[in-house]
């Protein structure tokens, strides 16, 4: 018996002394927070430091080749087995304002966010979800971390709100204040015709034209009406943002469209269902040979700073969250509990939390959507500012109907979607020759263009393809909906 405690107690002895003696790296975070030791093999995140809407997100140095986005502010890495140091560099943004302005629309006023740069790339429609409203998407803290990024990318940036959001009324009965994205209508749709009365407005007063790149992004029932408006009126490019859609818009587009799904996604209306069917719709957009992209995004760990991303709080306030969260066992290995079940925690026994009951519900309710970003729940979430800014930028680089070449560079179309005239805005002496096919590929007619326009009146409504050819057999195709 003494033999075997003897044993019994060599063992522990020797684990102990191995476990306290085990290699560990370091890992220092400049500018950011995550720095530490850790062991080799260890999932270890990191983020930049918080910073305020005046300045945004670069990019990291150093040893980057070992994080997995090294363009985004929270990164993750597996540790090498060395030291490593990696730097956030945050620039200043250009001196800019969001201007508010309400414009008509079909038959309203519409409260209209926006920005244009002086050298614009792009512009880029943003949609709220169910409930929300224009003014919160552009100051909600996740979102505006997007913007600032979209912006100091060299895009504009257009906010408006649903029909039903505007009227404060349900208009189609379904219990909800949200836009109207099935039937996709672009005749009778109201929030449809919105969309296009905006972008006709813009581009007469001169603030673009036709030929500019337009793109939408949508959060929840905003990334379904990002999937429906950016196919019906053939925008660039769409991204949704925790929406899956429905499959119908994805068997008939043709132009690229992107997923940001939340693994841990609690609305009832997407959940782990909505994800799987988001990646299905990404797949049907592969197997069409379309442009898509699909991430799901994945929780990660509550840090003591996270807070100070809100406008008004320290790093100090946030430290003080943080050590409130973790008195109470909300954090479970720094990974936050479901942020309702957290607010449940606070509302039942609020004596229990001094730090965080001096806040004002608004920075209380800001705090809970850092958690939820956080838990990677139903929310909108700036992890992946540039993978969907670089999605607008590359598009998959040979995409059909994207300009990939000099010629078709030189060839646009508008107004899109037309009623009975299509003008041909190109760069390349007439004539040239064209074809139009129906969505099914049938050639409808072919001539040569003799003049920078062709008739369509005689079309039914529907979506359209056009080839266009220059006597050196270049070709462009591109798509039109006439209606």
Same mark, same amino acid.
């Given at each position: ?99 508010? #302005? ?39 803290? #996740? ?77 929840? =029932? ?170 607008? =930028?590359?598009?998959? #680089? ?84 006439? #209606?």
């Amino acid at each position: 018996m003494k033999a075997l405690y003897l044993s019994i107690l060599s063992l522990v002895v020797y684990l102990q002394f191995n476990h306290l003696n085990a290699q560990t790296y370091n890992l220092s975070v400049v500018e950011g927070y995550g720095s530490g030791n850790f062991s080799a093999g260890d999932t270890v995140h990191i983020w930049s430091k918080a910073y305020d809407t005046t300045k945004t997100f670069k990019k990291w140095t150093g040893d980057i080749q070992f994080l997995e986005n090294p363009n985004d502010w929270h990164s993750k890495l597996i540790m090498p087995s060395q030291n490593i140091s990696v730097s956030a560099i945050i620039d200043n943004m250009p001196n800019y304002s969001i201007t508010f #302005e309400q414009i008509m629309g079909q038959n309203i006023l519409k409260n209209v966010y926006y920005f244009f740069p002086t050298n614009l790339k792009g512009v880029i429609y943003l949609f709220h979800g169910t409930g929300g409203s224009a003014n919160n998407f552009i100051n909600s803290i #996740e979102n505006r971390s997007f913007i600032n990024a979209a912006i100091a990318d060299g895009f504009g940036i257009i906010a408006t709100e649903a029909e039903e959001i505007s009227l404060n009324s349900d208009l189609n009965g379904d219990g909800k204040l949200r836009w109207k994205v099935f039937p996709v209508d672009t005749l009778n749709g109201v929030d449809y015709l919105n969309i296009k009365i905006l972008t006709n407005t813009f581009i007469q007063r001169g603030d673009f034209n036709y030929s500019t790149p337009i793109f939408s992004v949508g959060m929840s =029932n905003g990334g379904s009406f990002s999937a429906g408006i950016s196919s019906a009126l053939n925008f660039r490019a769409g991204v949704s943002y925790c929406a899956s859609s429905v499959q119908g818009i994805f068997t008939q587009r043709t132009n690229p469209f992107a997923f940001r799904m939340a693994k841990f996604d609690d609305n009832d209306e997407v959940g782990s269902e909505g994800n799987y069917e988001a990646w299905q719709n990404d797949s049907i957009l592969a197997a069409r040979e379309i442009c898509h992209d699909y991430k799901l995004h994945d929780r990660q760990p509550i840090y003591p700073e996270r807070f100070a991303r809100i406008s008004g709080l320290s790093v100090g306030n946030s430290q003080l969250i943080y050590n409130d969260l973790v008195t109470n066992n909300l954090l479970d290995n720094n990974f936050a509990l479901h942020s309702d079940t957290i607010r449940n925690r606070i509302i039942a026994n609020p004596s229990l939390f001094p730090n965080i009951i001096q806040l004002p519900i608004s920075l209380l309710n800001d705090a809970l959507s850092q958690i939820s970003a956080s838990n990677a729940e139903h929310k909108f979430y700036s992890d992946y500012n540039f993978e969907t800014l670089n999605f607008f =930028n590359v598009l998959c #680089e040979t995409t059909l109907g994207l300009e990939s070449t000099d010629f078709e560079s030189k060839i646009k179309l508008f107004p899109n979607p037309a009623s009975s005239i299509l003008y041909i805005n190109t760069e390349y002496n007439i004539p040239l020759s064209f074809s139009i096919y129906n969505s099914l590929g049938q050639l409808l007619a072919e001539s040569s263009l003799t003049n920078n326009f062709i008739t369509i009146s005689h079309l039914s409504k529907g979506v359209y393809f056009i080839r266009i050819n220059n006597s050196d057999n270049e070709t462009s195709l591109l798509k039109f909906v006439k #209606e």
